[in-house]
């Protein structure tokens, strides 16, 4: 039983490690967002505090550089405002819009050429963020919009996986303290009588 709560403890801290490792290898098709009908990369840089290229999970608090990638031509043309909001479970992203924006890029074509553009924010505060991206054409007939979900700081992260750690080893002692209980509980079997003699005799 020992044996049984330690492996289980140990896996339980495994995938806590491995949600914490995630800020280090993302796979490139979890930094595409959705804008309309096209497609944008979403992804960070922390200049001298890392080399990791950061999307769903930024590292660390501080000045961080965040760079869009358009794969659509047709975002080139169009005007573009980016907002970085805190993410507090709004049903929509226009709820408490000037309460949520942190910073606020106004609507200009940032994508004209290359096809790409960055700015830098400092980040003061872990925590759960949204990119907002508003894709506007000049006769204003399309607009298209994009949200991005991402987090900010190693130690929330620790927070999170250590919170699903000690849900992991509560179930496992749990499980364990039931089973004590109902082996004390549980009632011996009684032995049948053996027959009389007369009975044998007869």
Known sequence: MLKKFIFSSLAAFGAATAAQAQIKAEHPRF????????????????????????????????????????????????????????????????DDLDATTVTVLPAKKYLEGRGTTSFTYDFTKE???????????????????????????????????????????????????????SGKTAKPAQAKPAPSAARQSS
């Open 127 to 181: 925590g759960d963020y949204l990119a907002l991206v508003r894709a506007t054409s000049d006769d204003g007939a399309k607009e298209y919009v994009g949200q991005y979900y991402f987090t900010v700081g190693a130690s929330y992260l620790q927070t999170v996986a250590t919170g699903a750690l000690a849900a992991a080893v509560a179930c496992v002692g749990l499980a364990m303290w039931r089973r004590g209980q």
């Open 31 to 94: 930094c595409v967002m959705s804008v309309g009908p096209t497609q944008m990369m979403f992804s960070a840089f922390q200049e001298n505090k890392t080399d990791e290229i950061f999307c769903q999970h930024i590292g660390d608090v501080g000045k961080t550089m965040i760079i869009l990638d358009a794969k659509s031509n047709e975002l080139r043309d169009m005007n573009i405002e980016v907002r970085l909001l805190k993410n507090i479970g709004q049903a929509d992203w226009r």
